[in-house]
């Protein structure tokens, strides 16, 4: 894609009267006059003014404000601390804790909607009756708002009442009833992994899917006629041919992962003894409970560079990918 | 993506910086020093917004009624309700308070040291009538008191009971005096679960929330433990009764005579497992009473006894459970709001709907009304209300609570000691006293 810059063909004068220039934009533009210049300025103000208002201006007044002592919701004159919140939020163990929590959540829960996602691209992607059907039922999961996906399995997985205990009981796959969100704080962590896989699996399986149906069906014939079965044809065509799909799904995953918020508020609400608290639940506390809003905005930008930084090595994996591909 | 990203130019890059640049420089304003934009009395008439909880005190329908008796009291006045679980309130009220969303808030009892130093809700004094300064009971004042000025008014006077289900009882053979201390419930737990009539006899909201404390603030008060040193500069909670008391909560748990699912329960957990049938004895605020004996929600209805917090080698304080009605310093309509919180806090709207939550005023105990709607309950809360222990009363409250929360259940769960888990939450709350 990248390429595309470079290989782009020199700007072609519209045609007087004539239909729309295949060129890319900037090919007519740039040859327009000056009032249709400033029309496009005028036509691209308002937007420009909400991304101004709603991205920006509070992402810079969250880096100011982490640099003060913010400690309650108005507007004020606040003592300015420089980078203490940052020092003081790095060596609180909490936050180390949280961060444990969150990369454990991060890698499990994409590398399980991964694994997941695959299966079942490939089995939508397979010629079988009412296709359409199952690509229907697959994405229902992922319209669920996340607020509700989380009560959902919250009351699943209720220790006292919750379905999930009732079948496992039921087909004696356990004894007795027993807790998957109170007791365990690991067990809760995966329990939160399970919802989110669950909700997400399908959003992976589809782009995936997408990816799939662009591989040549020559390209399996011809494997078929060399004598490879299905297993070497998925490990030596589908997965290198997938790869780009695959890795944009991993951006994209993952840096969702990382910032989980509302199905743990839902879920488990941090317990228990704290034990699904993520890097965003700890800021969210932070923040708006504890009323250090300094503290949650340094926390904020924290998580930014973070995600910032795994953006850059995704997306820099992605082109070299993307430049070895055939 | 690549394709943005890699099409960036050096040019359009520094384009870009110059922009984020301009917003963060916009940004800076303000937190210099900008004046703040408060509120303001306004006419007494027109629309005002009121913030309330889901969940135990007052039903959503009773406030409902509430709010229009109210309006067809003060035609000129529309008063726009909205609900929100417990655990989302006090962030809800944080949030909407710069930009004025709501004109009355319910605040728990744990909230005016917070709200009041940082000015979210108004100071009251100069409006709270000296009459009802005597007129309601000393338990419901403190609720919106802090260093000595009104921060609202009491609406919500409760503490935490402790129920029983009769026929379980009869059935072991517990003699129902024996629940009046803590021994006694726990030789009444031993039999019942003996004599198989209950796989747990005990259940308790000890999920990582503010109910987990309310349930060890009653047990540290039992057990003769404080929060905090009377100077209010020192924690204490990590010694004597509070110590006892968390063992005394594990202890249970090691004995199964506590449902091991209290862990992740709240008050609404406790009152389902209970109204269900699956456990003999709990804590929980009033409404249990008339929620557990309401057919349409419990299989236990007409089974249930309530009756004052058992007593530890201390004594037998409730937790100070009460909430109060405030006016928030950014609503633009101030005036009406008071009037509205007038209305709904008065001694005639309370004694109304006792059934859901008891009255704040003295005389409402005396009233047929109220006597003839929860006989059983107000005989008991005569004495209760009496005798109840505030959780620590410092603007940063809630920053400890989270702390405690966390660490009473490592130790619940197993993963520290008592003694170990409250030592370390000493020291994370030390430095927050200040």
């Known amino acids: 894609m990248t390429t595309a810059e470079t290989s782009r063909p020199p700007p072609v004068r519209p045609a007087r009267g004539g239909g729309r220039p295949a060129a890319p934009w900037r090919a007519w533009v740039r040859p327009a006059g000056r009032g249709q210049t400033r029309l496009a300025l005028t036509l691209l103000l308002p937007a420009a003014a909400v991304v101004f208002g709603v991205v920006l201006y509070p992402a810079g007044r969250a880096l100011v404000i982490s640099f003060y002592d913010v400690d309650s919701p108005f507007p004020g004159a606040y003592p300015f601390v420089g980078l203490r919140n940052y020092t003081e939020v790095l060596s609180d163990p909490r936050l180390w804790m949280a961060a444990r929590h969150t990369v454990y959540f991060t890698i499990v829960s994409t590398a399980l909607e991964l694994v997941l996602g695959i299966g079942l691209a490939l089995l939508l992607a397979a010629p079988i009756r009412l296709r359409w059907l199952f690509r229907a039922v697959v994405i229902l999961p992922w319209a669920l708002p996340t607020i509700v996906n989380g009560a959902m399995w919250r009351w699943i997985l209720n220790a006292q009442y919750g379905a999930a205990n009732a079948v496992l009981t039921q087909l004696h796959l356990q004894q007795d009833y027993r807790s998957w969100l109170g007791t365990s704080p690991f067990l809760a962590l995966n329990m939160v992994i399970v919802a989110d896989a669950w909700k997400n699996t399908s959003l992976v399986a589809f782009f995936l899917l997408a990816g799939l149906q662009t591989i040549p069906n020559e390209l399996y014939e011809a494997a078929r006629v060399d004598g490879a079965g299905p297993v070497r044809a998925f490990f030596r065509i589908t997965l290198p041919l997938l790869r780009p799909a695959i890795a944009l799904v991993l951006v994209l995953r993952t840096i969702e992962a990382f910032k989980v918020f509302d199905i743990i508020y839902v879920m488990t609400g941090g317990g228990p003894a704290s034990g699904t608290q993520t890097v965003t639940f700890f800021t969210y506390l932070q923040a708006f409970s504890a009323q250090r809003f300094s503290v949650g905005a340094a926390l904020a930008y924290l998580t930014v560079v973070t995600i910032l930084l795994l953006a850059l090595l995704y997306l820099r994996l992605l082109r070299q990918s993307e430049l070895r591909a055939p | ?434």
């Open chain 2, 1 to 434: 993506m690549s394709e943005q990203i890699g099409g960036l130019s050096r040019r359009n890059l520094l384009r870009l910086s110059a922009i984020a640049g301009a917003g963060v420089a916009l940004g800076a304003c303000d937190v210099g020093g900008n004046e703040k934009t408060g509120g303001g009395g306004g006419s007494g008439e027109g629309k005002i917004t009121a913030l309330f909880m889901k969940q135990a005190g007052y039903s959503e329908d009773d406030i409902r009624k509430m709010t229009t008796d109210f309006q067809t009291a003060n035609p000129k006045i529309t008063v726009e309700p909205t609900f929100v679980a417990y655990e989302a309130l006090h962030d809800k009220i944080v949030a909407a308070a710069p930009a004025g969303t709501f004109d009355v808030v319910l605040i728990d009892v744990i909230w005016p040291a917070e709200f009041g130093t940082k000015r979210i809700v108004n100071d009251v004094t100069d409006q709270f009538p000296a009459s009802w300064k005597s007129d309601m009971l000393g338990g419901a004042l403190a609720t919106a008191v802090y260093h000595d000025r009104y921060y609202g008014v009491p609406w919500i006077l409760d503490t935490k009971y402790f129920f029983h289900n009769t026929e379980m009882l009869t059935k072991a053979g517990v003699d129902a005096a024996s629940l009046s201390t803590w021994d006694g419930v726990m030789a009444a737990a031993r039999q019942l679960k003996a004599k198989k009539v209950v796989e747990f006899p005990l259940v308790w909201s000890w999920k990582q929330a503010e109910a987990l404390i309310c349930d060890y603030t009653q047990l540290l008060g039992a057990f003769g433990g404080k929060f905090l040193s009377e100077d209010g500069k020192q924690v204490l909670f990590n010694t004597g009764g509070g110590v006892q008391a968390l063992e005394f909560m594990k202890h249970s748990l090691d004995d199964k005579l506590t449902n091991p699912n209290s862990v992740e329960s709240l008050e609404e957990d406790v009152r389902k497992i209970f109204s269900d049938g699956q456990a003999a004895m709990a804590l929980n605020w009033t409404y249990m009473f008339n929620a557990a004996n309401d057919p349409a929600q419990s299989k236990i209805a007409g089974k249930v006894a309530v009756g004052q917090t058992p007593a530890g080698p201390s004594g037998a304080p409730g937790c100070n459970g009460s909430m109060a009605l405030s006016v928030t310093s950014g609503s633009k309509n101030q005036k009406a709001a008071w009037t509205y919180v007038s209305y709904m806090t008065s001694a005639d709207v309370q004694n109304k709907f006792a059934k859901s939550s008891l009255p704040c005023w003295t005389k409402s105990y005396d009233d047929q009304q109220v006597i003839s709607t929860l006989p059983q309950v107000v005989a008991v809360a005569k004495k209760a209300l009496g005798d109840m222990i505030v959780r620590p009363q410092v603007p940063r409250y809630n920053e400890i609570s989270q702390i405690l929360q966390a660490e009473l259940q490592n130790a619940l769960l197993g993963k520290k000691q008592p003694k170990k888990a409250l030592d370390d939450a000493a020291g994370q709350a030390t430095g927050l006293l200040a």
